[in-house]
């Protein structure tokens, strides 16, 4: 391993390996899904298929999922290493904004199927746009601008303010869905 690596450590809801040098302050943009936002996608999630849900937080998310039951692999484990060598279906996350780059070459690499929870002007992204260029693209437009839950040193904020300022889609890939643009709200 490289000796410019340190152990593992959280950093926006995801295990990576810190470099030498960059700052291990804790960053202030831990942001949790809520229940509603998963409730809207339900209806997607085939039921028989096992999930993968690698960004952690507090593993609010996993436990949701597993209570409405669904079958999900969710635990303090780095993304970027772990997530060729276990066996599942597809990934179901809201990944960390900051690192969608990064995450889009690594799912390129990995060609699994993937349902991510992210603003909608990653849309004009170079990477997405590579990523997307010769395979079908699905988004999947909730009902509402989702209310993020903020976190701080790993526990929600109290009293922390309703309100995100930007709207959000649920990328999809090779997910099987019949359209390629649907709403999580249509047919209640």
Not at 71 to 93: A, P, Q, W
Not at 120 to 127: E, M
Not at 144 to 152: D, G
Not at 170 to 179: R, S, T, V
């Amino acid at each position: 391993m490289n000796s410019e690596l340190k152990l593992a450590h959280k950093h926006s809801g995801m295990y990576y390996k810190q470099k030498k040098g960059v700052s291990l302050k804790a960053k202030e943009d831990d942001y949790a899904t809520p229940k509603e936002a998963w409730d809207e996608v339900m209806k997607f999630l085939p039921k028989n298929k096992l999930i993968y849900e690698p960004f952690y937080l507090d593993g609010g998310s996993g436990d949701y999922l597993k209570s409405k039951g669904l079958n999900v692999i969710h635990g303090k484990m780095d993304f970027f290493e772990k997530s060729k060598s276990l066996n599942y279906d597809f990934i179901l996350s809201n990944p960390p904004f900051k690192d969608t780059k990064r995450l889009f070459e690594f799912l390129d690499e990995l060609d699994k199927p993937f349902m991510l929870l992210l603003p909608t002007n990653k849309l004009h992204t170079n990477y997405i746009s590579k990523f997307f260029k010769n395979r079908r693209t699905q988004i999947i437009v909730p009902k509402r601008r989702i209310h993020f839950i903020k976190y701080k040193d790993g526990k929600p904020v109290p009293n922390w303010k309703k309100g995100t300022a930007f709207d959000c889609l649920w990328y999809c890939y090779k997910m099987g869905f019949e359209k390629d643009i649907m709403y999580s709200y249509k047919d209640e």
